[in-house]
């Protein structure tokens, strides 16, 4: 199994960078992840809602472009299922014995693309709240290497 993580946006914050290299590090003995960045659609200042579905469709055709066969897509979204650790570790227990190679794609400021949506085997919300979109990927990589400690019986996730 391996878990690729397709982000629009680049140029992040030295404490996104930081944050993120220090928890995929951490992941690397237990499931083979990667990050792919992908050029975020240049906004205007007044963006009409015409604007805003084409920039949704351009970096929705970028996420979609780099899908290999055979991978589950999983877009990370507001609206999505919401996981404990626990279960998120549960979950990828089970891709790890089925072997699906699984691609978390995490869109735009706008959100995903409508193509995006239907692609996806299904879609995950990391919390409620709506997150600044540079703290997802830590926040994320941060839950992946939790589960896969849970897995492994490994320290770092001390319940209770």
Same mark, same amino acid.
């Given at each position: 199994? /391996?878990?690729?993580?397709?982000?629009?946006?680049? /140029? #992040?914050?030295?404490?996104?960078? +930081? %944050? $993120?290299?220090?928890?995929?590090?951490?992941?690397?003995? $237990?499931?083979?992840?990667?990050?792919?960045?992908?050029? #975020?659609? /240049?906004?205007?200042?007044? !963006?009409?809602?015409?604007?805003?579905?084409?920039?949704?469709?351009?970096?929705?055709?970028?996420?979609? %472009?780099?899908?290999?066969?055979?991978?589950?897509?999983?877009?990370?979204?507001?609206g999505?299922?919401? $996981?404990?650790?626990?279960?998120?570790?549960? +979950? #990828?227990?089970?891709? #790890?014995?089925?072997?699906? !190679?699984?691609?978390?794609?995490?869109?735009?400021? !706008?959100?995903?693309?409508e193509?995006?949506?239907?692609?996806?085997?299904?879609?995950?919300?990391?919390?409620k709240?709506?997150?600044?979109?540079?703290l997802?990927?830590?926040?994320?990589?941060?839950?992946?290497?939790?589960?896969?400690?849970?897995?492994?019986?490994?320290?770092?996730?001390?319940?209770?």
């Open positions: 199994m /391996k878990i690729r993580i397709l982000t629009i946006g680049q /140029k #992040m914050p030295a404490w996104v960078l +930081t %944050g $993120f290299e220090d928890y995929f590090k951490r992941i690397q003995p $237990f499931v083979q992840t990667q990050i792919i960045e992908l050029p #975020m659609a /240049k906004r205007g200042k007044n !963006d009409s809602e015409a604007d805003i579905l084409k920039y949704r469709q351009i970096e929705g055709d970028s996420i979609l %472009g780099q899908l290999k066969q055979g991978e589950t897509l999983i877009a990370l979204e507001v999505g299922r919401e $996981f404990s650790t626990e279960k998120l570790a549960e +979950t #990828m227990k089970s891709w #790890m014995l089925e072997g699906n !190679d699984v691609v978390l794609a995490i869109g735009g400021p !706008d959100g995903h693309s193509a995006v949506r239907k692609a996806a085997a299904w879609h995950w919300s990391l919390s709240l709506t997150l600044p979109h540079p997802v990927r830590v926040m994320l990589i941060e839950q992946l290497y939790r589960a896969m400690s849970i897995n492994h019986n490994h320290p770092y996730h001390r319940a209770g």
